[in-house]
């Protein structure tokens, strides 16, 4: 009879409890969305995994000793997986749709409206009873407005690693929403008019232009940032190798096989946060809550910048391509252009919104890098 | 309690300006940036380009002067290649 127990205690069915069942009932719905729905597989997958992984009772992934602890600590703790993701992406981002119109960047500022108007609400949110969010804890979930993956980690990970399942879970739901969401707060804030403008074609980026704008964005962030010189080193690295031409093994490299080993990892990692006694609280919905506002408030603030420069400017500006603004490339970009379409089936807006995407990556790492330096 | 967030909402506030005005000024400066970039890259146009268009701009207007088709410059070009490689 003794040994019977023994081998009763040793089943997970002896040690169940109800939170382990339903985080990795949340661990299957992230499988689910990214098998069927096909939202950011990529990253879904090896989260939703994780998280089921994590959970198991007595496995200890996630104890000292066990694998995912490891990888967290190896690659979040540490903030290299999200930086060598960054290294990847700037291997993957031409530059050159900013280059020929620089003005976009000031797209790219706006958006980043997202991100400080939430921090104030995160706090605002301490007024409701449940919520205590200290102003580290409220920059990392501000930070989901970026649309930035990587940003939203990496900031987490150093603000409030405690959050950190629930916000990544939150940034890349939400980038996988943003056909979604974005469209109607688009077709809310602009005219028919304004939808129908053309813009004038983009000249012609020299190749020396594409090499010295990595090196010329460093040296600007070395000189008043230096808190955004990991990522933004990181991603100039990247963007360096592809563009210079010499090293195309390194920045095949970068944008492929290491960023896939690492999403990998970092999938894991992030799984292995979603603990039912750190996800399963009031604060978690108000992240989620929070990221949406987050989201849509970059949003029209890029399109209403996009409005105010198409005033002041000589030159046509479709509003449309504000939306763009928050980063999450190249989704972001793809969505202006649908919009575009359905206004006027001629008006291909894509490159045009290239342009204040790509702004969008560096204003979060730079969004990201003020937050550190003040808050963290 | 309420103190404690009014002061924090305060301060969220400050971050809200002095952040955004550091994003606008840093982004606008590379705008500054980009532009020099543009102007210094067409006032030092590159070499390479006018290398690779000169030889091109030449070889074809001596090819028709000289009465000799176009099959006939390849395949003595080839043959050329061809002789070089084998010394």
């Known amino acids: ?376 | 309690m309420q103190p404690d967030v009014m002061s924090l909402l305060l301060e969220a506030g400050m971050l809200l300006l002095v952040g955004m005005s550091v994003v606008f000024l840093f982004l606008t400066l590379l705008i500054g940036a980009v532009n020099l970039i543009a102007w210094a890259c067409a006032k030092f146009p590159e070499e390479e380009l006018s290398v690779l268009n000169q030889p091109r701009n030449r070889a074809t207007p001596a090819a028709n002067q000289s009465g000799v088709s176009a099959p006939v410059v390849a395949a003595i070009t080839a043959a050329v290649d061809q002789y070089r490689r084998q010394r």
Request: with cysteine; proline share 5%; glycine share 10%.
């Open chain 1, 1 to 376: 009879m003794d040994k019977l127990t023994l081998l009763w205690q040793s089943t997970s069915l002896a040690h169940f409890e109800i939170g382990q069942i339903v985080m990795m009932a949340v661990g299957c719905l992230l499988l689910f969305l990214a098998i069927v729905k096909k939202f950011e597989p990529l990253l879904l997958v090896p989260i939703g995994f994780g998280a089921i992984l994590t959970n198991i009772p007595l496995a200890g992934f996630s104890d000292p000793g066990g694998l995912l602890y490891y990888i967290y600590y190896v690659g979040i703790e540490t903030g290299v997986f999200p930086l060598l993701i960054f290294m990847g992406v700037g291997a993957m981002t031409d530059f050159s749709a900013l280059i020929a119109n620089p003005r976009m960047l000031l797209l790219g500022a706006a958006a980043q409206f997202g991100i400080f108007g939430t921090l104030f609400g995160a706090i605002a949110l301490n007024l409701v009873p449940g919520f205590e969010f200290t102003l580290k804890d409220a920059s990392a979930i501000a930070i989901i407005g970026g649309a930035d993956g990587p940003t939203a980690i990496f900031l987490a990970s150093k603000l409030a690693p405690e959050l950190l399942g629930a916000i990544a879970v939150a940034a890349y739901s939400y980038m996988a929403l943003v056909p979604i969401i974005q469209p109607p707060i688009m077709r809310l804030l602009t005219t028919e008019d304004e939808r129908n403008i053309k813009m004038a074609q983009l000249r012609v980026v020299s190749k020396r232009e594409k090499i010295i704008f990595p090196l010329a964005v460093l040296l600007a962030t070395i000189l008043f940032l230096p808190s955004a010189t990991p990522l933004v080193g990181m991603f100039c690295l990247g963007n360096l190798m592809k563009e210079s031409g010499v090293v195309d093994r390194l920045s095949n490299t970068a944008q492929n096989e290491l960023i896939n080993i690492v999403t990998i990892f970092l999938g894991l990692a992030v799984g292995s946060k979603l603990s039912a006694d750190k996800f399963l609280t009031i604060e978690t919905l108000g992240i989620l809550g929070l990221g949406a506002i987050a989201f849509s408030i970059g949003t029209a603030a890029g399109i209403l910048m996009a409005k105010a420069l198409g005033k002041l400017s000589s030159e046509k500006i479709n509003p449309l391509i504000g939306a763009a603004g928050v980063s999450a490339v190249p989704m972001a970009a793809r969505v202006v252009n649908k919009v575009g379409l359905e206004t006027n089936p001629h008006n291909f807006l894509l490159m045009h919104a290239m342009g204040p995407n790509v702004a969008g990556v560096l204003g979060s790492a730079v969004a990201a890098g003020i937050l550190l330096a003040l808050v963290g």
